[in-house]
């Protein structure tokens, strides 16, 4: 764990599947015809937009047909790690 954060698992859930809604909404598709789509089902979408509960396979089903699974991959790409001093900062 990285350091101190006020943001909970729960809030980073609900962020998501507003995220989820938010793009579905904008491309004018119903839960019905996101279910269509993605094969997740539209009462699994429901429970996700109102809860944040899904797995991550369906969640990562959702978001290839909302958005780009480019975007999702770069959450797991490995970050160069943050200088800790100043030093480490002047000998870049």
């Known amino acids: ?5 006020l943001t909970t698992p729960a809030d980073v859930q609900r962020q ?4 989820v809604r ?5 491309r004018r598709l119903s839960r019905a ?12 979408i429901k429970r996700f937009e109102t809860s944040g509960e899904i797995s991550l396979r369906q969640f990562i089903l959702l978001w290839q047909c909302v958005d780009d699974l480019a975007s999702l ?5 490995e970050r160069p790690a943050a200088p ?3 030093d480490e ?3 870049q």
């Open 1 to 5: 764990m990285k350091g101190l954060s």
């Open 16 to 19: 998501l599947a507003a995220a």
């Open 22 to 26: 938010g793009r579905r909404k904008s």
């Open 33 to 44: 015809a996101l279910e269509r789509l993605s094969t997740v089902p539209a009462s699994t």
């Open 73 to 77: 991959a770069e959450l797991a790409a």
């Open 84 to 86: 800790r001093s100043i």
């Open 89 to 91: 900062v002047l000998a």
